[in-house]
């Protein structure tokens, strides 16, 4: 039996659990979802059975290692999946020492090493953390068996408030996105416009956001936002393995004027020049 943990805010379940159904389906092996707090169960027709941990006291999810230990003790799942996001890692470490943070998992589990260099394919049984954006959701409407279970859990934490970070746009969502890199740092207006033309939003490489020039939501990359959009138009990026891990789009369009930079490795199409020169163009033959 593999055990996915359903990640929720404020009733609502996100989407990387639907990702981590997605691929427990795939494995082919009995799927139970547990679901701590009061939260909507929705969605999670790709389950066998949903474990519902309910109260209101476990909506604080400094409380959900004690109940997801306790039902691991219980259940005994050949494989837990949790999702590689600040909750999940809080969660994870609190449970075992020892996990595996993947972004792909078969008979063996497919890791990001040195630095994202390299691929390794690791065998391990335990809490897997899967990344972000590493598959399409799956989310399935209808009946699923729902077993109400109680946990007695004798720790006393008190959530005392839910700081929410400022994000003017989800670059998550979006279908084109229009990343800006230290070479194009001089023409963001025209990214926006350019993303604009496009339906698209504007998202950036890290130094970008270190200096301040566009905010943390819009950072792409393994210390930023996974992103799988229908096109990503990378502007001046070198790609950087830090950046390039968060790039999960169907198809890159690389501007870069170093012909050597890695971004176009993992660039369905991409143009050696001056991103100021291009840019412009690119604008005036879609207007």
């Not at 169960?41 to 519902?52: T, Y």
């Not at 039902?71 to 996990?99: F, H, Q, R, S, V």
């Not at 746009?169 to 926006?192: F, Y």
Request: net charge negative; aromatic share 6%.
């Amino acid at each position: 039996m593999i055990l996915v943990y359903a990640e929720t805010f404020e009733g609502k379940i996100s989407d990387v659990t639907f990702e981590l159904l997605r691929k427990a389906r795939e494995l082919g092996d009995e799927i139970w979802t547990v679901v701590i707090g009061n939260a909507e169960i929705e969605g999670l027709g790709a389950s066998d059975k949903v474990i519902h941990v309910e109260g209101e006291r476990f909506n604080n999810p400094a409380l959900h290692r004690y109940v997801l230990r306790k039902l691991i003790e219980k259940y005994k799942p050949k494989k837990i999946l949790i999702g590689n996001t600040p909750i999940g890692i809080d969660l994870a470490l609190g449970i075992m020492p020892t996990l595996v943070s993947c972004v792909d998992l078969d008979s063996k589990a497919k890791v990001v090493s040195y630095g994202g260099k390299v691929f390794v394919e690791v065998e391990f049984e335990g809490i897997y953390l899967i990344n972000r954006g590493s598959f399409e959701p799956l989310k399935v409407d209808g009946e699923v068996e729902v077993e109400k279970v109680s946990i007695d859990v004798d720790k006393e934490i008190e959530l005392l408030d839910v700081i929410k970070p400022e994000v003017d746009v989800d670059i998550t969502k979006a279908d084109v996105v229009v990343g800006v890199g230290r070479g194009a740092q001089n023409i963001v207006d025209l990214a926006e416009d350019l993303a604009e033309s496009l339906g698209g939003v504007v998202g950036a490489s890290r130094p970008l956001v270190d200096q301040g020039i566009l905010p943390p939501s819009r950072q792409v990359g393994r210390s930023g936002r996974t992103i799988s959009p229908k096109l990503y138009l990378a502007l001046g990026i070198s790609g950087a393995m830090e950046h390039v891990e968060g790039v999960k789009a169907k198809n890159v369009i690389a501007i870069n004027k170093d012909r050597k930079a890695p971004i176009f490795r993992i660039s369905r199409y991409g143009v050696v020049g001056d991103v100021e020169e291009i840019v412009p163009l690119l604008l005036e033959r879609l207007r």
